[in-house]
């Protein structure tokens, strides 16, 4: 079974404070991890895909299989990044959809103090 | 290329009507999903479908029906509505390895 755990319901942390998202995760298999984020009512955006490894809007996220973990951070936070950021995984393909299925943990919530 | 799209925004249902919530994509995705997000929950699994004519059941599928008809929507059929059916329907798709893509949400109230 594949199983996502985000400890943090809320965060909260001051404008230019570093800030760290946390998230583990269970999967028997090869696991494709993702950041969502959702701002106030609105659809969840896609923010970060551990296989591009890419840096947005000065998030970053490292896949660590050892620990388990794919934990979101960014040095600098700004009033702006204030919303739910979810936290899931989906199996890397196999047969039929089940392997493409997103398993979200429950989310935090971050706010940013000005 | 609109996404995906989803109808109604918000609706308020009476315990036992019933309603369909609709869903439909433009990029030809084959995978189609449909969660439910309540507060403190994160989103949960009711359906998917891997293509056409090809549906299976979620985490929290009870009091729930689907069908894929196109490759473009998924609609989501919900009988007898429940109090505790009240929450935020989010329909997503996605292409193989690529990304998925989230319609905007229906938020339903049950009363």
């Known amino acids: 079974a594949q199983r996502v755990t985000q400890p943090e319901k809320l965060l909260s942390v001051f404008k230019g404070a570093p800030v760290e998202l946390k998230c583990n995760y269970s999967?028997?298999?090869?696991?494709?991890l993702f950041w969502y984020v959702q701002y106030s009512r609105q659809r969840l955006q896609l923010l970060l895909r551990?296989?591009s490894r890419e840096s947005i809007k000065g998030f970053t996220a490292d896949l660590n299989k050892g620990e388990t973990s794919f934990h979101l951070k960014k040095p600098f936070a700004q009033e702006e990044d204030s919303a739910m950021y979810y936290c899931a995984l989906s199996g890397q393909g196999g047969s039929g959809g089940s392997n493409y299925k997103l398993t979200f943990g429950k989310g935090t919530l971050l706010t940013v103090n000005p | 290329n609109a996404g995906v799209t989803q109808t109604p925004k918000f609706r308020i249902l009476k315990i036992g009507q019933s309603m369909t919530l609709q869903c439909a994509q433009d990029m030809n995705h084959n995978y189609m999903y449909w969660y439910r997000q309540d507060p403190g929950m994160g989103l949960k699994l009711i359906y998917y479908s891997v293509g056409a004519g090809i549906t299976d059941k979620g985490e929290v599928p009870n009091g729930y029906n689907v069908s894929r008809s196109t490759t473009e929507d998924f609609p989501l059929r919900l009988e007898l509505a429940a109090p505790s059916q009240t929450s935020v329907y989010f329909c997503a798709s996605r292409e193989g390895a690529k990304g998925y893509t989230f319609g905007s949400g229906t938020r339903l109230t049950v009363v």
């Open positions: 999967y028997s298999g090869s696991p494709e």
């Open positions: 551990h296989i």
